[in-house]
């Protein structure tokens, strides 16, 4: 894969996160189909110059900001994802479980139908 698909994968699957949810880097690059790419992803945000992106909806795995806390960014992080209804403490957000055959379809929308 090039890296303008891969970029652009990884861009359509960060919009594809719903308002009020967070994910990942490393589900955020499964979910574009480059597991195992969680920093290629944190690369790609760290260009990002569309301010219509919701990157502040990509999170360490273990829910923590990846900024340097206390930062501009971090600081802006925290106050978008709280304006969305995350609960942010100490900048660090709970994620949610995620069983191990189930992907970033099933966290963010729920189970699928006949479930």
Same mark, same amino acid.
């Given at each position: 894969m090039d890296a303008d698909t891969a970029r652009e994968r990884i861009l359509a699957a960060v919009r594809a996160i719903p308002r009020g949810r967070v994910a990942g880097y490393g589900e955020v690059a499964r979910r574009?189909?480059?597991?195992?790419?969680?920093?290629?992803?944190? +690369?790609? /945000?760290? #260009?990002?110059?569309?301010? !219509?992106? %919701?990157?502040? +909806?990509? /999170?360490? #795995?273990?829910?923590?900001? !990846?900024? %340097?806390?206390?930062?501009a960014g971090w600081r802006e992080q925290g106050r978008r994802l709280r304006a969305e209804g995350v609960e942010v403490s100490a900048g660090r957000?709970?994620?949610?479980?995620?069983?191990?055959?189930?992907?970033?379809?099933?966290?963010?929308?729920?189970?699928?139908?006949?479930?």
């Open positions: 574009a189909g480059l597991p195992g790419r969680a920093r290629l992803v944190a +690369r790609i /945000l760290s #260009s990002n110059d569309d301010p !219509a992106l %919701p990157w502040h +909806r990509v /999170l360490r #795995s273990d829910g923590r900001i !990846a900024m %340097p806390a206390g930062s957000v709970r994620m949610p479980a995620q069983a191990p055959d189930e992907g970033l379809d099933a966290l963010l929308w729920g189970p699928g139908p006949g479930a």
